[in-house]
């Protein structure tokens, strides 16, 4: 092996060279080691869901494709789901299984299809081939943004169309009906109608894979605008595998089309619905075709078949049944008439995009909403919620100064919320407290007081709400007389301020500013727009009206007060202003104009006032809603004067977000489309953030001023937390250069909690806790793999009080101390003594954590404190510190004699056998071991309803274990009864000592005599270390 | 399937600073050729491997393997020695913390002990063609830190639930010294059916020529090997189901 070794440390010291030029090379997994994000939800309002699908087998698997949180796979027949596609981008248009291989091969077309304003984007087609495990990015769809059908040929899995519905805010040729027969390697377009008009469904005959139905839609988007249909929109059919396609339109509507949807009955497939938009009124709805669309009658134009095309076009239909057809909607509807006529779905989460029955069953069907999936056992009737989906799409989240502290924000459709970052048992449903209705967008707490604002849509509605008195005043800003009309975002912006806690901001086109919490408003500002009347449409949807407000444009829609000076004001617009007061809003300048390379017009979505400076700002723009996917990102030193690029190459897709670190200027985070970057040089390199961090949509990001813990709101996975950062603030390049590095170990509390934990079900989503564990950090320059490596902690004299488990990994590991020791040695006996499981909690104090490495030996020092809420006095913990070891060391001493007795009495027992003269000494020793043994030990029964009475090691234990886990000193109670115990011990060594003067005595002499080998006791300390 | 993993994972290598590997099957011969090598991976009949598992207080372990897919993990709780589970090549059972009395596993995890035995001793690489399973490249990625190959291996189907399923898993081979340092497989059973388990090997130190892991996480339950013991004497009573 030598030369192998002196292979491998050549290589080691070519990996040592000395890093170029004092840079973080380090990027990635590499540098962020074992920081591992905590997702904590929540699931009880989950999320919007966009495309479901069953395996068509096997009843227990189902698939639920989701708008921003990813692909999530049932194996329990819905009624719990994992997801199987955190590695990639979370918002999903169709997922299809592999009729061919469905155990195996599944099908992920991105980008979600039901084209709301706030929309995520997707980037291609995704194979995996192990059901998930590993995907296989499929080439050809890079520009494809939203794919809105994937059909497999039944018989042949390596042909497959795909249907792409394209961009939704721009023109594009990448839409169509797409084709491959050699499994994904090429594709043909095969259908296509123009740049404005893609695919909104794809269907192929369940029984003749040559036939095809496509239906086509023109439809765009702007941030102002949508418009829905045009002379371009149709439903096309194939019968030859895709070579032709033929309009289907005899029993149309006349005009102009715009979205739709289209079903074929799996139980006869010459039955087919289409739900179709349409110029007038009375001939949108359901039209119903039994000849394969040859032909078609319209059906149904109630409300719930014609509402909202553009976001509610999926029917199904009831695998057994032509009949029963089932439409998505705002409420969901269902027919069992072919049609006809219609009701509605049982009470769930408005807004169904998908429906799917179970194949053997029709009465079973799963739903998917805009607030997750659920279940119903009873067709439709009766509905329940999947509860492990946290999908929660947060638009914006703050944190407040609680500790615990809390998080704050607004969902899609879902209302306001906050909830604990930390709760006993872990974070559940029962932790959030709902704050706000309709859609919820920003949530900020008041600085000082049990106060939250909250908003709805448009602000419609603007809450001060009492978190304490559990009471809501509106106090939404309003015109007054000579005032313009307002304009809100749809996502209105609001802000509080470092300086005075009663202080809120509101943004419509003007900054509004109240001093006494929203009682009374004072408008700051011109209007801070470009007042673009293009931009000021009334009404938007197209051949469908859609004015819902989510459209207005020309708002404010960020607003930063400078932490450092008040009188510094920031607004950012959603038409590309960055406006700057430096005197409260006296005189504004758009200092938009200094920045080079950015296009004009594109929307600020955020600017974060830095606490480094009142000159010093950052600005997040970003243009995807006229389909530009790029970040742009900037920093000013100098009130706006200039600007200077902080994106790079490593960051691919449009940034929403930009948090600061309040101490290091060269530590910010960045929350984009495709998830979390990280860049500890002021923006010279980003690394993407992956451990256990989804790339997910992130809305929005706050720092935690305590905590240090990083905070995203996300558009599809809820919210998800770094737990204290302050480790980048340390990275510098002279520590990267060491092989190991300690970083300094916060002290650590040890939290004086023993409560009972939550209610969550089996089935329930319940978010991890942070822990109250010390964290001990580390840089390993390199893996280590060879040879062996430990950490202990030690006391500052040498004694080791706890053994951990090292982190291994390069970059930085982090390793927890619950604060534990060591657990009393039991004595043997025939069950288990419970209590004996129990450690001792180390004293506070200074320790010390050795990590060693080979020969080679690395410390450093930290300190461990009691809970400073603590009402328990020195004293109390001293006595509770000091009867802990005493109880222990007394279980220890039990230990010891009943290993003396066991030892005893085999020798005794095999002497007997040996040679029936020991008896006479050697029955007489049994007999009284086994009489005291019997009262020290339980020595029949078992661990459950067979149990023995217990004794005194049990009684010992039990009581050990209630003194040692708490933190006073024992009552009185306890006292009396360790007297009890104590007493019972020593009575029991002095009946010991007098079986060993006596018959023990005797035993040995016959030993002796016999020629015989005398017992060898073990010391108590050797017995104690003996691992048996 | 975790316990049948925990026996089946002695693995070793030992270094050669090769290149670059090109396919699976490389990775592996490299992984063999330099590390004590597949003559010697072949000699060896049988494990042991002495443990300690800390659960807030140590637990002593014993896990004993046969190249036959005979198995015993015992352990040591308050002076009792349990055996956790075993399998003695035909049964497979383990002992109920309750009655504290040995019990059948349920048919079809036998059936899976049986079908698997020795397939995976002391890898399921060695020998892995005549063993009847296949592997593929599935690339390369960062794991702790370091680029490692990923290699998938595909064994016999296993039955769950009354279905078949299939039997997989990747190890990440570090890519300096062609090390298993992690692998993932997914739950086919139980609460967490359908996550991913991962295991993670570390602290790579030779026995008697071959390099085994003495550190060792089972999603997220560090075991601490002290010693293991090649080709041990072994009392064939300790994988038998006792009689009550």
């Not at chain 1, 719930?304 to 509807?333: A, E, M, W």
């Not at chain 1, 970040?631 to 200039?642: N, Q």
Request: aromatic share 10%; net charge negative; glycine share 10%.
């Amino acid at each position: 092996m030598k030369t192998k070794q002196l292979l491998l440390g050549l290589c080691l010291a070519t990996l040592a060279i000395p890093l170029q030029a004092q840079e973080i090379t380090l990027k990635g997994k590499e540098l962020f080691g074992d920081i591992t994000a905590r997702q904590i939800g929540p699931a009880l309002m989950s999320g919007r869901i966009i495309d479901m699908e069953t395996h068509p087998k096997n009843a227990q698997v189902i698939y639920t494709g989701t708008a921003g949180g990813g692909v999530w796979k049932s194996q329990d027949g819905g009624a719990s789901y994992t997801p199987i596609f955190d590695d990639h981008i979370q918002s999903i248009g169709q997922v299809a299984i592999d009729p061919t291989d469905p155990d195996q091969t599944v099908w992920v077309g991105t980008g979600e299809i039901w084209t709301r304003n706030s929309v995520s984007v997707g980037d291609g087609l995704y194979r995996t081939k192990d059901s998930g495990a590993n995907w296989e990015y499929i080439k050809g769809f890079e520009n494809s943004e939203r794919i809105s059908g994937i059909e497999i040929h039944p018989k042949d899995g390596n042909t497959v169309y795909v249907g792409v519905l394209g961009s939704l805010w721009n023109d594009s040729k990448d839409r169509g009906v797409y084709k491959t027969i050699d499994g994904g390697k090429t594709w043909e377009k095969i259908l296509y109608v123009n740049e404005k008009t893609g695919v909104a469904d794809l269907v192929m005959d369940p029984t003749n894979p040559n036939i095809l139905y496509a239906s086509m839609w023109e439809h765009r988007r702007t941030a102002w605008d949508f418009n829905s249909g045009g002379i371009n929109s149709g439903l096309h059919k194939s019968t030859d595998g895709g070579k032709t396609w033929q309009k289907i339109h005899n029993g149309f509507p006349e005009g102009q089309l715009g979205r739709i949807g289209v079903a074929v009955s799996p139980s006869n497939p010459k039955i087919v619905y289409a739900v179709i938009e349409s110029e007038k009124d009375e001939d949108k709805g359901l039209y119903r075709s039994e000849d394969g669309g040859a032909s078609w009658k319209h059906t149904n134009g109630d409300f719930s078949l014609t509402v909202r095309p553009f976001y509610f076009s999926r029917i199904v239909v009831d695998p057994k049944n032509p009949d029963v057809v089932v439409k998505g909607g705002l409420s969901g509807s269902i027919s069992r008439d072919g049609g006809n006529t219609f009701k509605t779905l049982g009470n769930m989460h408005s807004d169904i995009h998908d429906i799917v029955f179970d194949i053997n069953n029709s009465d079973v069907m799963h739903v998917g909403t805009d607030g997750g999936v659920y279940r119903s056992w009873n067709g439709g009737t009766t509905m329940e919620i999947v509860s492990n989906l946290p999908l929660s799409q947060f638009y914006q989240i703050s944190v407040d100064n609680a500790e615990p502290y809390r998080i704050y924000g607004g969902l899609q459709d879902n209302g306001s919320w906050y909830g604990p970052s930390s709760s006993p048992g872990g974070i559940e449903a029962r932790d959030w407290v709902r704050v706000g209705v309709g859609d919820g967008f920003r949530v900020l707490p008041h600085p000082t007081k049990e106060i939250l604002y909250s908003e709805m849509q448009g602000a419609d509605n603007v809450w001060r709400y009492d978190m304490e008195r559990n009471y809501t005043k509106n106090v939404k800003p309003l015109p007054a007389k000579g005032s313009a009309d307002l304009r809100f975002n749809w996502n209105p912006p609001m802000a509080t301020s470092a300086h005075q806690p009663d202080r809120f901001y509101m943004g419509s086109q003007f900054l509004h500013v109240s001093e006494d919490m929203g009682d009374t408003w004072k408008v700051i500002s011109p209007d801070l727009t470009t007042n673009d009347p293009s931009k000021q449409k009334k009404n938007s949807g197209g051949l469908s009206a859609d004015n819902s407000g989510a459209e207005t444009h020309t708002t404010i829609f960020t607003i930063a007060e400078s932490p450092v000076d008040q009188k510094v004001i920031w607004v950012g617009t959603d038409d590309g202003n960055v406006q700057v007061t430096k005197n409260g809003g006296k005189n504004w300048e758009n200092v938009v104009k200094n920045i080079s390379g950015l296009p004009t017009n594109t929307w600020v979505y955020h600017i974060e006032a830095s606490v480094h400076g009142a000159g010093i700002a950052y600005a997040v723009f970003e243009g995807h809603a006229r389909g530009d996917m790029k970040p742009y990102v900037y920093k000013t030193t100098d009130y706006g004067k200039t600007w200077k690029s902080i994106v790079t190459d490593d960051i691919p897709i449009f940034a929403r977000n930009l948090q600061e670190d309040y101490e290091n200027e060269d530590l910010l985070f960045l929350g984009t489309e495709k998830g979390l970057y990280i860049t500890v040089d002021g923006g010279k390199k980003w690394s993407h953030f992956t451990n256990n961090f989804p790339p997910t949509a992130i809305h929005f990001l706050d720092l935690q001023k305590k905590t240090n813990d990083l905070v995203a709101g996300t558009h599809g996975r809820g919210v998800i937390i770094i737990d204290d950062i302050s480790i980048l603030r340390q990275i510098k390049p002279e520590i990267i250069d060491k092989n190991v590095h300690f970083f300094p170990t916060k002290t650590g509390i040890m939290v004086e909690e023993g409560g009972f934990g939550g209610n969550a079900t089996e089935l329930e989503f319940v978010g991890p806790n942070p822990g109250t564990s010390l964290k001990i950090k580390y840089y390993l320059k390199k893996r280590h793999t060879f040879g062996k490596m430990t950490l202990t902690i030690e006391d500052l004299e040498g004694n080791e009080v706890a053994t951990l488990s090292p982190g291994k990994s390069k970059g930085i590991n982090i390793v927890s101390w619950n604060y534990t020791t060591k657990a009393p040695k039991l004595a043997a006996a025939k069950t288990f003594a419970f209590g004996g499981f129990t450690s001792l909690r180390a004293k506070a104090g200074t320790y010390k954590a050795i990590l060693k490495k080979g020969k080679e030996r690395y410390e450093t020092t930290f300190e461990i404190k009691n809970d400073p809420k603590s009402f328990i006095t020195d004293a109390e913990r001293a006595e509770q510190f000091t009867i802990s070891n005493q109880l222990f060391d007394i279980q220890e001493d039990l230990a010891y004699m009943v290993y003396q007795i066991n030892l005893m009495t085999t020798k005794a027992t095999d002497a007997i056998k040996k040679d029936t003269k020991a008896t006479k000494t050697a029955q007489p020793l049994i007999d009284e071991l086994n009489t005291l043994k019997n009262t020290l030990v339980v020595t029949t029964g078992d661990n459950y309803v067979g149990t023995a009475p217990p004794q005194l090691r049990e009684k010992l234990s039990t009581l050990y274990s209630d003194v040692a886990v708490n933190f006073e000193a024992p009552s009185a109670a306890q006292k009396d009864n360790i007297k009890l115990l104590s007493d019972r011990f020593k009575t029991a060594q002095t009946d010991f000592e007098k079986i060993k003067a006596k018959q023990f005595s005797k035993f040995s002499k016959y030993l002796e005599k016999a020629g015989e080998q005398t017992i060898e006791f073990k010391s108590k300390e050797a017995f104690i270390d003996l691992k048996e | 399937m975790k316990t049948i993993k925990l026996f089946a994972l002695a693995i070793i290598f030992s270094f050669a600073v090769t290149t670059q590997a090109q396919t699976a099957e490389e990775i592996v011969a490299n992984y063999f050729e330099n590390t004590g090598g597949e003559e010697a991976w072949n000699k060896l009949e049988s494990l042991q491997m002495n443990a300690v598992v800390n659960q807030g207080f140590d637990i002593p372990v014993t896990i004993i393997q046969t190249k036959d897919g005979r198995q015993a993990i015992k352990i040591n709780l308050q002076g009792q020695e349990i055996t956790q589970l075993a399998f003695d090549g035909e049964v497979a059972w383990v002992t109920n913390f309750q009655t504290q009395k040995a019990e059948k596993m349920d048919s079809e995890t036998i059936e899976t002990f049986k079908k698997l035995a020795g397939k995976a001793f002391p890898s399921p690489f060695l020998n892995y063609k005549e063993k009847g399973h296949t592997i593929a490249l599935l690339g390369e990625e960062i794991i702790d830190g370091t680029n490692t190959f990923k290699v998938e291996i595909t064994m016999d189907p296993i039955i769950v639930d009354g279905k078949e399923v299939e039997n997989k898993s990747v190890y990440y081979f570090e890519d300096e010294n062609f090390v298993p340092i992690q692998t993932a497989s997914e739950v086919t059973q139980g609460p967490t059916k359908g996550q991913t388990a991962k295991e993670s090997f570390s602290d790579y130190t030779e026995v008697d020529g071959l390099y085994f892991p003495f550190a060792i996480t089972f999603g997220g339950q560090p075991v601490d090997i002290k010693s293991i013991e090649v080709n041990p004497e072994i009392d064939d009573s300790v994988f038998k189901m006792p009689t009550q």
